[in-house]
């Protein structure tokens, strides 16, 4: 069984001050990990993904997220939040080709940027 | 949401009617997936087909039905018997099993009167 925890429901930072948002897995096998994000009243749009190879990972937007194996972790990251970076943010696991390729998703993670 | 389409944005039904939401895609996708998002639930997988003329269940697939005749379409019906079908719903799709992002659609938001 696959399964994704994003721990908090809501995530307020300052525009301009860095921003986290934390993901944790439990998948068999190795992991495909991937950050959607969601506006208002429409569907997810993919920022980013890791499949294999470096542990960081850039993706749309200035964001990034970092591979962490031994803490099961992917928490998406950006340096300087905008306001504009207000919405909700899914991540998703899936197990590798030969497992099953329907995705789990976490519950999400409202990210509200203060001006 | 390039590349699929979802029919209509916003659907209201009465109750015990049926009603059916389109899906299409022009992504050559063979892999297509029904989603339903409820506040503070994430997503629910309803239904997902990898190939037409073949579907399988998810994991809230009561009340639900659909059909994969082509290999770009795959309606979702809302069936009377499902209780509470007031919700957000998504449809996405995935080009293959080897592949790994799946693209999803605009998405039509249900509710019942």
């Known amino acids: ?3 994704v925890a994003q721990p908090e429901d809501q995530v307020n930072v300052a525009e301009g ?7 944790t897995y439990s998948v068999s096998g190795n992991p495909y990990l991937f950050w959607y994000v969601q506006y208002p009243n429409r569907g997810l749009q993919f920022l980013l ?3 294999t190879g470096d542990n960081l990972v850039k993706g749309s937007y200035g964001f990034e997220a970092e591979f962490n194996k031994s803490q099961t972790s992917f928490h998406l990251k950006k340096p300087s939040a905008l306001v ?3 919405a909700l943010y899914f991540c998703a696991v899936r197990s590798k080709p030969g497992g099953s390729y329907i995705p789990t998703f976490g519950r999400g993670t409202s990210l509200i940027v203060h001006p | 949401d390039g590349g699929i389409t979802q029919s209509p944005k916003y659907l209201f039904r009465k109750e015990g009617q049926n009603v059916t939401l389109s899906c299409e895609q022009n992504l050559n996708h063979d892999a297509m997936y029904w ?3 409820d506040p503070g639930q994430g997503l629910r997988l309803i239904y997902y087909s990898q190939i037409v003329n073949d579907f399988q269940k998810g994991d809230i697939a009561e009340g639900y039905s659909v059909s994969r005749e082509k290999k770009e379409s795959f309606p979702l019906t809302v069936t009377s018997a499902q209780k509470n079908p007031t919700a ?10 080897s592949t790994d992002t799946q693209y999803f659609g605009p998405g039509t938001r249900l509710t019942v009167l």
């Open chain 1, 1 to 3: 069984a696959q399964s």
């Open chain 1, 17 to 23: 001050n860095p921003l986290t948002v934390k993901c």
């Open chain 1, 49 to 51: 993904k890791y499949i």
């Open chain 1, 84 to 86: 504009s970076d207000s």
């Open chain 2, 35 to 37: 989603y339903r998002q």
């Open chain 2, 88 to 97: 957000f719903y998504l449809c996405a799709s995935l080009a293959g099993p």
